[in-house]
């Protein structure tokens, strides 16, 4: 039997090699702040039978633990440097344990995030992960920075993820070719990093969030926290590859509030147009105008010829389903 201490000490601790002063092994771990810079800090938690099924796969669960925590770095435009892992876990099995570290050092290596903590008990699955990043005073990409006349941009493509659950779930029949293209982007989403990151150095967007609970929900808290209304062209929300393939209507629901996307969600001023491809390009990430921020409060959607369109939508919130 793995004690708790063989655990972390075989699983966990790692040689060091990030920036923290001291990582794994005491009460706490010491990390020095780069001078003149910010720390920005995100917490998010994946629940068994909530966030994920019983029985995923545990290398997936560890790349998307850390991956939805670095999607929030991405979103406010700051560097990645250090995280922490509360794990509760049904049993230490090794298999499992051996998975779940790959997963997740594979993504933390390739973004030079260091694991410098955490707590581990037993529970029902569930895994916590609490991010650091830096930025410097001024940079970080705000939800209350919108600005009448900006541009909406997203990031990637949408919609792939909500397709894989439909497709679990069977409220539509999916051929086996493209439930497994959708469920890529389910378990393994990409945090735009490079492209979060360098918006902010560029100091060329005005908002972002990251687009975790569907689009049209999580611009919403761009709209309400910067007092603004916006003008969104459903049709220009581009699809995931899987979801390019299905009719109209099950594109515009599934792009414009899907959930699970994590691409980013910014604003711009219409000025920045070319900048911001030529940024997106240096990034290697995919950008697409899908709208503009109005004075006027409230979410217009409309369709590839500006008519309004009516588009019964649901956001994803906890405690409504
Ligand atoms: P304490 O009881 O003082 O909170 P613990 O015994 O829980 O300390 O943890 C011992 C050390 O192992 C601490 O440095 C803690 O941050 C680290 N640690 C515990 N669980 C994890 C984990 N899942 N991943 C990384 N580090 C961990
Ligand atoms: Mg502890």
New binding site residues.
């Given amino acids: 039997m793995l004690s ?2 063989d655990l ?1 000490k075989q699983y ?2 790692r040689p060091r090699a990030g920036r923290a002063t001291l990582g ?4 706490c ?1 010491l990390l020095t702040p780069a001078p003149g810079l910010q720390t920005a800090i995100s917490s998010d938690m994946l629940v068994e039978g909530r966030h994920f099924f019983a029985g995923a796969d545990a290398r997936k669960l560890g790349h998307k633990s850390l991956a939805v925590n670095l999607s929030d770095l991405a979103a406010m435009g700051a560097r990645p440097v250090a995280f ?4 509760a876990l049904p049993a230490a099995e090794r298999g499992w344990l051996a998975g779940f570290a790959d997963g997740l050092f594979a993504l933390a290596d390739a973004h030079g995030c260091e ?1 410098i ?4 008990t037993k529970g029902p699955l569930n895994i916590c992960i609490t991010v650091f990043g830096e930025l410097a005073p001024g940079e970080a990409l705000r939800r209350a920075a919108a600005r009448a006349g900006d541009d909406i941009w997203i990031s990637g493509t949408l919609g792939d993820a909500r397709l894989a659950l439909a497709g679990y779930r069977a409220e539509l029949a999916l051929d086996a070719a493209s439930l497994e293209q959708a469920a890529a982007r389910m378990h393994t989403p990409t945090p735009r990093l490079a492209l979060g990151t360098a918006l902010a150095r560029a100091g060329l967007a005005h908002a972002a969030i990251d687009i975790s609970d569907g689009l049209t929900g999580d611009l919403g808290h761009i709209l309400a926290a910067s007092r603004v209304g916006a003008t969104l062209d459903v049709d220009a929300l581009p699809a995931g590859p899987a979801l390019a393939r299905q009719p109209l209507e099950l594109r515009r629901r599934f792009t414009a509030a899907g959930g699970d996307d994590y691409e980013l969600c910014f604003t711009a001023p219409a000025g920045a147009r070319a900048a911001i491809l030529a940024l997106a390009a240096g990034a290697a990430t995919p950008v697409t105008r899908v709208g503009r921020i109005d004075a006027a409060p409230g979410l217009r959607l409309v369709d590839g010829a500006a008519r309004p369109l009516d588009l019964q939508l649901e956001g994803f919130d906890h405690f409504k389903s």
Avoid at 84 to 87: K, M, P, S, V
């Fill in positions: 708790e201490f972390i966990f601790a794994i092994g005491d009460d771990a922490t892992l509360a794990l694991l903590g955490g707590d581990t």
